[in-house]
């Protein structure tokens, strides 16, 4: 048996940022330790000016605050850990619902529901009986590709196929229409425009980038800004419209390795270059707040970094709105804690972003630590002018209350149709055609037509992560009221042509089609849970290339829709197909793929392909960083390489389809901060089961919560009451193929703490169907485990195949089942070749 403290990717980088802190005096490119900023950051002629009278009004407003309601407006919790008393008791100046958060904690809460409780709190902040504040609050919410959290919101084409269509117009109409939704639901502020310039395809963020061009993104910043808050000149800010922030100051896009968070090893001069171009364009634009970023500039975390946040943002370009941090991202700077941190307010943090119950005390540490001197009154007075000003100039003070506006309640306009033919024009103009043999596209729609794949009639999946849920997760087609399905599209084309589809999972079919289009690609997630090690598309399991060529074993010609939030290695998929499409991320209105893809009745296009590669696309598995303008620049297809119908095809079918250091899986994670795709966790107690969907849930005798561990929400926390047998599992709703680790050496490692007691039986299992089960007892490990801190338990998938699990068709990967009761929390489980680890013996 093996017992040790886990040291995960994560723990690295920790590791790594905290080296860097202490070494980042000996780094040739240090922040300055200077307040004045280098000559390359511009000073911007902002369209916004201060009003006199504006600016009067804050100053006596000002003055008749005390230092507790000064820090309220400086807090930001979330709806989650607030309730309606404590927002009419603190008078917090904003307040947040997190990705996978809802009013009444229900996915399918309507959208009455969440203008309900806007309604709710901004009376409980102007109600002055407890906190003597009528300062009103403002609620923020991450509508990043349409109002995303709410259903039967429109979904427009996640930011990295809108890239694909360059069309700052475009661009400027989806936020106009996403403004409009957001109103009718009372929220005030959206976070977004994402100005990410992404430098490595391995983060998990990719598909948050508009391109790799940093002048693509200077535009893009300033039209959506124009689309949400409208023109600075014109309807600045007025009822249709809503506050943006441009975020995450600075170079998120740009961390080594890809990692989610990291660190960015840039000069000064590249961080400007590349990664503060989509500032220019949107604080030009009148942007009215920034998000400051989790990742570090050589070594030293933005959320705590003065330099960047007031010396360059505030002082020297100019910017007078405020800055508000990312979830807990404060908690990040070194010597920090979630509850307590007057350094970020010092560097020039304005509002902290702070869900969970680490609200409160944070809210009491900031007043003593003025009290105290640890943060100036001028600091906070500043803070505070800034957020008051920001309200001023959304009317906030002077509109009606979120119930009475003028777009509020209009129901008509979630997912109203006008909105929807925006979604659905843009995904025709972000559809980029890499290869058409023999200009087998556009289809003629009287074929007999075979779709199939995982993603074809998948709303969930082509729309990816941020999509009602925080991964975009545990959705079905039913959560898309009014949205339509890749399939759904050729469907309903197909058949008014007079011609026929066929719907099949897996390839077959009753006739033998004419032609057969494959839609398939990566599944849903966000942020760091995307981040990969390489970009080899679905390592180790090969299902959609075999299909693809099980289809052409046939002599049917295969068209692939490739779902995906970033260029991928997929040189065996390109062999197999006689035209591939890079799909994106389209969102709820699949049937703009049907447009482009599909002829009119006389053969020819009804939309040719607009989109063109914002992101070049890799030669191999390990050319992640593979940037137009790099010195040995040599990627398959180049940043701006998209077909148009007629034109030769430029690949063939003899690509290398030699990946190199990625062809042998060595290492599965089953969960890393999150379910890793294609495993799904579900709880059952006795015969009832249920996928896990989000951060709270509960079945029965079982529970689960997410937890702060290192970072945001990546851990959980398991309780059995023992009321009856009941199971955690990670599983998948098909058999996989899990052959490769068939070796003596292979390992399924956990990362666990226990809580308190352990029954007598904790089974360990995995499963390969109705009769095909192996366990193990864990019971006397998990015990002899110091309680309440992380350990490591291994033990070696021979185990179970020596009671006859096949490896060929698993089903659940693990599962801890008991009938007692036990408190566990896990916060890595994967499956790992040639692990150097001693595991467990099986008989325990």
């Not at 992101?615 to 148009?644: E, I, K, M």
Request: hydrophobic share 40%.
């Amino acid at each position: 048996m093996k017992l040790k403290t886990s040291l995960n990717r994560q723990t690295l980088l920790l590791t790594l940022t905290s080296t860097l802190v202490l070494a980042g005096c000996n780094k040739a490119v240090t922040p300055p330790d200077t307040e004045q900023p280098a000559n390359i950051w511009p000073v911007l002629n902002l369209p916004v000016a201060q009003d006199p009278n504006i600016e009067q009004a804050i100053t006596e407003l000002m003055a008749q605050m005390t230092l507790e309601q000064k820090i309220a407006q400086m807090i930001q919790p979330e709806i989650r850990d607030i309730t309606v008393e404590d927002m009419r008791k603190y008078g917090f100046g904003s307040y947040l619902n997190g990705g996978g958060a809802f009013p009444n904690d229900d996915k399918y809460a309507t959208p009455a529901d969440w203008t309900a409780l806007a309604e709710k709190m901004y009376q409980a902040s102007i109600d002055d009986s407890l906190d003597g504040s009528k300062i009103p609050t403002m609620w923020g919410t991450d509508a990043v590709h349409g109002h995303n959290n709410v259903i039967g919101a429109t979904i427009f084409p996640h930011n990295i196929g809108l890239g694909a269509a360059n069309n700052p117009a475009l661009i400027e109409q989806i936020a106009e229409a996403t403004a409009r939704e957001v109103m009718a639901t009372g929220i005030d502020w959206v976070f977004a425009p994402t100005v990410a310039v992404v430098r490595d395809d391995r983060w998990g963020r990719t598909y948050e980038g508009y391109a790799e061009d940093p002048t693509i993104v200077r535009n893009y910043a300033a039209a959506i800004v124009r689309g949400l808050q409208g023109a600075a000149d014109a309807d600045f800010l007025g009822d249709r419209r809503v506050i943006s922030t441009v975020k995450h100051f600075v170079g998120d896009g740009g961390t080594t390795g890809g990692i989610d968070q990291g660190n960015t090893e840039v000069s000064e001069q590249e961080l400007f270059d590349i990664h503060a171009q989509g500032y220019v364009g949107g604080l030009q634009a009148g942007a009215q707040s920034v998000m400051a970023s989790f990742n570090s500039w050589n070594g030293s975390k933005i959320h705590g970094n003065g330099y960047l946040l007031t010396d360059v943002l505030k002082k020297r370009m100019g910017f007078d709105g405020f800055i508000v941090g990312d979830w807990n991202g404060h908690g990040q700077i070194p010597g920090c804690t979630n509850d307590n941190c007057p350094q970020a307010a010092n560097a020039g943090l304005d509002i902290y972003m702070v869900p969970t119950a680490a609200w409160k005390p944070l809210y009491y540490n900031l007043i003593e630590q003025v009290k105290s001197g640890v943060i100036s009154q001028e600091r906070v007075d500043d803070a505070v002018r800034r957020i008051l000003r920001v309200k001023k100039r959304a009317g906030l003070f002077d509109k009606p209350s979120p119930a009475n506006r003028p777009l509020a309640g209009r129901i008509e306009l979630i997912g109203a149709a006008e909105h929807r033919a925006v979604a659905r024009d843009a995904v025709r103009q972000s559809l980029v055609l890499l290869k058409n043999q023999n200009n087998l596209l556009p289809l003629n729609p009287t074929q007999r037509i075979l779709v199939t794949g995982p993603g074809a009639d998948n709303i969930g999946q082509q729309s990816g992560g941020w999509t009602i849920s925080w991964q975009g997760t545990g959705n079905t087609n039913a959560d898309f009221p009014g949205g339509t399905s890749i399939y759904a599209g050729i469907q309903q084309q197909v058949n008014a042509a007079g011609g026929s589809t066929e719907l099949s999972a897996d390839g077959s079919f009753l006739q033998k089609p004419d032609v057969a289009i494959v839609v398939f690609g990566e599944e849903p997630y966000a942020e760091g849970n995307g981040d990969i090690d390489n970009l080899e598309y679905q390592r180790g399991n090969k299902a959609d290339l075999a299909l693809l060529q099980q289809l052409k074993a046939q002599g049917i010609p295969v068209v692939s829709l490739f779902i995906s939030g970033r260029g991928m290695w997929v040189n065996p998929e390109l062999n197999a197909s006689d035209a591939f499409v890079a799909v994106w991320l389209p969102g709820s209105e699949g049937a703009g793929v049907a447009d482009v893809i599909l002829a009119k009745a006389d053969g020819t296009p009804q939309y040719d392909f607009h989109g063109k590669l914002s992101f070049s696309w890799p030669a191999n598995p390990q050319q992640t960083t593979v940037n137009v303008g790099d010195a040995d620049y040599a990627p398959l297809l180049p940043f701006g390489f998209g077909l148009r119908y007629g034109e030769a095809d430029v690949l063939g079918n003899q690509l290398s389809e030699d990946a190199g250091d990625a062809a042998g899986e060595t290492e599965m994670a089953i969960f890393e901060r999150a379910p890793r795709s294609p495993w799904q966790l579900q709880l059952r107690s006795g015969s009832d089961t249920v996928t896990v969907g989000s951060s709270v849930q509960q079945l029965g005798s079982i529970s689960s919560r997410t937890f702060d561990n290192l970072v945001q929400e990546d851990a959980r926390r398991f309780e059995f009451t023992g009321e009856e047998a009941a199971s955690l599992i990670f599983g998948s709703p098909f058999p996989r193929d899990l052959r490769a680790f068939g070796s003596a050496e292979s390992v399924l490692n956990l990362t666990v703490q226990r809580h308190g007691a352990v029954p007598d039986s904790v089974l360990l299992g995995m499963q390969c169907g109705a009769d095909c089960t192996a366990s193990q007892n864990i019971a006397a490990a998990l015990a002899a485990m110091p309680e309440n801190k992380w350990q490591q338990l291994t033990l070696n998938i021979s185990c179970f195949q020596q009671q006859g699990l096949n490896l060929a068709q698993v089903f659940e990967v693990f599962s801890i089942s008991t009938s007692g009761q036990l408190q566990l929390s896990l916060s890595d489980a994967r499956i790992t070749s040639n692990a150097s680890t001693t595991a467990l013996s099986c008989d325990m």
